[in-house]
């Protein structure tokens, strides 16, 4: 069993947004999390999304931000948003910068002491959060895709191509695609993997791209007034990579967006209607 404990429920489009919080086996620490629940789960379980949050955000921020509840309860998907590191454990220099440690566990397992004792985010989004889903609410972890912004989009396209059997879709919005060559996942995957090199590409988009068996479209929508695109986020290079591969990546480059929730909204209902359409088919 994985009980949960209820922080708060709210209605919403006619179902429940809620906020909640699990005794993380994967993180060994209390982990948190919200769930949208659709009005269609009323009567029946349903498709689930994940959905992962960037830098400095929590397990609320993709859902006070992106305004995707109004779709998911058009199209009856659960949305399920997992905070974006351990918080209750505190272990030295976590906080000494924004863009690692806390609020930014970016989706990965640690390796290296002392990050590996907590750092286990990856196990969490894709082996116990479905868990926790299934024995808690009416989701149906059959069909469950997922998406993620920024750092969450670099989480959702590991989880995908990692564990493609898992996911019958995911996209996302301005995704760090090659963490292994560019600033924050440099930093990051130095102090959670150290120097094993086959670490970091199994935890990298763009080197995952050549040996991964997931088959199908990829949505990525990028904002080009993005101030991370050309240091941090290098959309491109994951184009490049699933060249040959059965992987089709849709990048869509919009002019005058930037890297904010702003964009986030415009596009949200395109994604989540992709996701719905996979979900929701035989
Ligand atoms: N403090 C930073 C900016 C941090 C930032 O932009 N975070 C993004 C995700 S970046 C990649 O993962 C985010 O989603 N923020 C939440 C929001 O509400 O916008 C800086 O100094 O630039």
């Given at each position: 069993?994985?009980?949960?404990?209820?922080?708060?429920?709210?209605?919403?489009?006619?179902?429940?947004?809620?906020?909640?919080?699990?005794?993380s086996?994967?993180?060994?620490?209390?982990?948190?999390?919200?769930?949208?629940?659709?009005?269609?789960?009323?009567?029946?379980?349903?498709?689930?999304?994940?959905?992962?949050?960037?830098?400095?955000?929590?397990?609320?921020?993709?859902?006070?931000?992106?305004?995707?509840?109004?779709?998911?309860?058009?199209?009856?998907?659960?949305?399920?948003?997992?905070?974006?590191?351990?918080?209750?454990?505190?272990?030295?220099?976590?906080?000494?910068?924004?863009?690692f440690?806390l609020?930014?566990?970016?989706?990965?397992?640690?390796?290296?002491?002392?990050?590996?004792?907590h750092?286990?985010?990856?196990?969490?989004?894709?082996?116990?959060?479905?868990?926790?889903?299934?024995?808690?609410?009416?989701?149906?972890?059959?069909?469950?895709?997922?998406?993620?912004?920024?750092?969450?989009?670099?989480?959702?396209?590991?989880c995908?191509?990692?564990?493609?059997?898992?996911?019958?879709?995911?996209?996302?919005?301005?995704?760090?695609?090659?963490?292994?060559?560019?600033?924050?996942?440099?930093?990051?995957?130095?102090?959670?993997?150290?120097?094993?090199?086959?670490?970091?590409?199994?935890?990298?988009?763009?080197?995952?791209?050549?040996?991964?068996?997931?088959?199908?479209?990829?949505?990525?929508?990028?904002?080009?007034?993005?101030?991370?695109?050309?240091?941090?986020?290098?959309?491109?290079?994951?184009?490049v990579?699933c060249?040959?591969?059965?992987?089709?990546?849709?990048?869509?480059?919009?002019?005058?967006?930037?890297?904010?929730?702003?964009?986030?909204?415009?596009?949200?209902?395109?994604?989540?209607?992709?996701?719905?359409?996979?979900?929701?088919?035989?």
């Open positions: 069993m994985l009980p949960i404990e209820t922080i708060a429920e709210r209605p919403c489009f006619g179902g429940v947004q809620g906020t909640y919080r699990v005794a086996q994967a993180c060994a620490t209390p982990m948190r999390f919200s769930v949208f629940r659709p009005p269609q789960a009323e009567v029946r379980r349903v498709p689930v999304v994940y959905c992962l949050a960037g830098l400095e955000c929590n397990e609320e921020t993709f859902m006070i931000k992106a305004g995707a509840q109004r779709y998911a309860a058009e199209f009856g998907l659960m949305l399920v948003s997992p905070d974006t590191s351990p918080r209750e454990v505190r272990i030295p220099g976590d906080d000494e910068s924004w863009d440690g609020g930014a566990g970016f989706y990965v397992d640690a390796v290296q002491a002392p990050w590996s004792a750092y286990r985010m990856q196990s969490f989004v894709a082996d116990e959060l479905p868990r926790v889903v299934a024995a808690n609410f009416p989701g149906n972890v059959d069909r469950q895709s997922i998406l993620g912004h920024s750092m969450g989009g670099h989480g959702a396209l590991v995908a191509l990692r564990y493609p059997e898992r996911y019958r879709a995911v996209s996302a919005f301005a995704p760090i695609v090659a963490p292994s060559q560019v600033p924050w996942g440099e930093k990051a995957f130095a102090k959670f993997f150290g120097d094993d090199k086959r670490v970091w590409a199994a935890n990298d988009a763009t080197a995952l791209a050549a040996t991964s068996v997931f088959s199908g479209e990829i949505l990525i929508d990028q904002g080009l007034d993005d101030k991370f695109l050309r240091t941090q986020l290098l959309p491109y290079k994951f184009v990579a060249e040959g591969t059965r992987i089709a990546p849709r990048l869509r480059e919009h002019a005058g967006y930037d890297h904010s929730y702003w964009f986030i909204q415009t596009f949200i209902a395109d994604h989540l209607r992709c996701h719905a359409d996979r979900l929701y088919r035989d």
